[in-house]
């Protein structure tokens, strides 16, 4: 199993639309969880934490399901500003260097007018 | 208003040429990170420092070395370019260990 997994995509929805993307994770002991934003060729930008039983910030909600090693990402009402890879993150949680991230591959959104 | 500089953005150099690739920060956060990022890949670890304290990732390739004089500033010194070494070349700090990592915008090299 990836340490890190989402579905690449891509996802291909109309503005005003509802999507939500998924990852799960390998390690159990993972402690932090995140959601990063990267636009073709730029860095990656944080766009939230998940630190507990999920937040929300505006369109955006993240969730966690500890049990089942999940995280969840919505977007409502997609904007065509919301184009772009969703990286799932989560820190490394044993060995050395726990505190260590793992990037997923990324889900790519593609929001049509 | 940058928090995380990286220069130079672009970056060419020739096949066994040694390239500097350099990172500031204004956050005076703890961790200092460098990824290597190749195309619709994920981020990939090189190494990080947690203050003057250096830790290489174990499948980082001896060609890739890095140092940091003082807290803001972080080098990725890769000593002989291969062609697989093209990649963007991102530089990332966290104000502790496991925290939120805010990256620069990154340095895309080119290798001839």
């Known amino acids: 199993r990836k340490e890190v997994e989402q579905d690449p995509g891509p996802f291909n929805v109309p503005e005003g639309a509802t999507v939500a993307f998924n990852c799960t994770y390998s390690?159990?002991?993972?402690?932090?969880f995140f959601w990063y934003r990267q636009d073709c060729r730029k860095e990656p930008k944080l766009l939230m934490s998940?630190?507990?039983s999920g937040n929300e910030d505006g369109r955006f909600t993240a969730q966690l399901n500890r049990a089942s090693q999940y995280i969840s990402l919505l977007i409502r009402d997609s904007k065509l500003s919301d184009s772009a890879t969703y990286l799932c993150?989560?820190?490394?949680?044993?060995?050395?260097?726990?505190?260590?991230?793992?990037f997923g591959k990324g889900t790519k959104l593609s929001v049509k007018p | 208003d940058a928090m995380v500089i990286q220069n130079p953005r672009y970056q060419v150099t020739q096949f066994g040429k040694p390239v500097t690739l350099s990172c500031s920060q204004t956050?005076?956060?703890?961790?200092m990170y460098w990824y290597q990022q190749k195309s619709s890949q994920a981020p990939k670890l090189l190494f990080h420092?947690?203050?003057?304290?250096?830790?290489n990732e174990a499948d980082t390739p001896d060609n890739f070395q890095s140092r940091r004089p003082n807290t803001s500033f972080c080098f990725l010194d890769i000593r002989s370019p291969g062609l697989g070494d093209a990649a963007m070349y991102l530089c990332?700090?966290?104000?502790?260990?496991?925290?939120?990592?805010?990256f620069g915008p990154g340095t895309r090299l080119t290798v001839t």
């Open positions: 998940v630190y507990s």
């Open positions: 956050l005076n956060h703890n961790v």
């Open positions: 420092y947690y203050d003057k304290d250096f830790n």
């Open positions: 390690n159990s002991a993972s402690q932090s």
């Open positions: 993150v989560v820190n490394k949680g044993y060995g050395g260097s726990q505190g260590n991230l793992i």
């Open positions: 990332a700090t966290s104000r502790d260990s496991g925290g939120e990592q805010y």
